[in-house]
């Protein structure tokens, strides 16, 4: 079923031209994306998930960004440097988001089930009532509560979860192949949370919807992904299945993130964290961009970014303490 490659990411490059100087967020990521399966890209506040997302579909503001390098293959077209009209009938049909803020995402001054109809009717060329229609049957599909009085609904008379649930329906209106839903449980509870969680899983296994799932909670990419790719200064730093990220950590940075997760077990109060911070983007480190918090660092570290080694056929890192699939860190 995630044989196919659905998208292709190679060598993306996103950068934001400012007075302060030039903001290097994407600086060379590389990903590929298989149909029917859920990819999630993870890690800190600021590592550039979300740029990495929003330059799929070339969604931030042009200026101060721009694509300097890399492509992004959907189907035959690179959509780093296709035309806008070719652009405009892959958002939000072939490929749709659900954003981070909903409360910001949608327009307060139309009602949640225009907004739906109108992406419909935008992409497919069918009329109102069908539209409606439709958006009917996605609030629906998301579980919200009386769907019908909920479609006459402004984005304001709306809780927090049943907006972001409005959000998703909105984003498979038109049934795309690819669904890109940037960290979609934020300021949700844990019930919400958990029924975002469930209709997405749901939607992959049903739709045969391919799913970039961005997120910094390592607990949710268990709950929902098949891969994970780590992310770190604006790369990745290491690609394999779910369960080997969590098990057999490679990366130094992944073997932090999961060394924080809070362990109920555990009787020690003070929750591990990884020293330092992220790097800013302004000024990035040379070489190897985690190698200022890095306990293993090496010189060649501090002067020559590492390569892509595999450890296993579907488990990649770079880091120079894996020169060869035998290399690991003492845990």
């Known amino acids: 079923m995630m044989s196919e490659t659905v998208l292709e990411v190679k060598d993306l490059k996103t950068w934001f031209f400012t007075r302060r100087g030039t903001v290097k967020a994407v600086n060379g990521v590389d990903f590929v994306l298989k149909r029917g399966e859920c990819l999630c890209l993870v890690g800190e506040s600021g590592c550039g998930k979300t740029v990495t997302a929003l330059s799929i579909l070339r969604l931030f503001d042009s200026p101060p960004g721009r694509i300097v390098g890399g492509q992004v293959i959907y189907k035959g077209d690179d959509l780093a440097t296709c035309p806008m009209q070719r652009l405009r009938e892959i958002r939000g049909g072939d490929i749709a988001m659900v954003f ?9 001054v139309f009602t949640v089930g225009d907004q739906i109809a109108e992406q419909v009717m935008v992409h ?15 609030m629906e599909e998301m579980n919200i509560p009386q769907p019908g009085r909920a479609l006459n609904m402004y984005p304001h008379q709306m ?14 209106s038109c049934s795309p192949q690819i669904l890109i839903a940037d960290e979609p449980t934020t300021a949700v509870d844990v ?4 029924q975002i969680i469930h209709i997405l899983r749901e939607l992959k296994t049903r739709r045969d919807m391919s799913i970039i799932f961005i997120t910094h909670d390592l607990s949710l990419v268990k709950d929902i992904g098949d891969r994970a790719a780590v992310v770190y200064g604006g790369r990745v730093v290491e690609v394999a299945a779910v369960e080997d990220i969590l098990k057999n950590p490679a990366h130094p940075y992944t073997v932090g993130l999961i060394d924080c997760l809070p362990d109920v077990s555990s009787q020690d109060k003070r929750l591990p964290s990884i020293a330092g911070n992220t790097p800013n983007p302004l000024e990035m480190p040379s070489g190897c961009p985690f190698h200022p918090r890095c306990s293993h660092v090496m010189d060649i570290c501090r002067s020559k970014m590492p390569a892509c080694a595999n450890i296993t056929d579907v488990h990649t890192v770079s880091c120079y303490l894996f020169g060869d699939k035998n290399g690991g860190i003492a845990r």
């Open 159 to 172: 809780s927090g979860g049943m907006k972001q649930r409005a959000m998703i329906a909105m984003s498979l």
């Open 191 to 194: 019930t919400i949370r958990a």
């Open 124 to 138: 497919e060329r069918v009329s109102r009532r069908e539209a409606l229609s439709r958006a009917h049957a996605l």
């Open 100 to 108: 981070q803020n909903a409360q910001s995402s949608l327009n307060p």
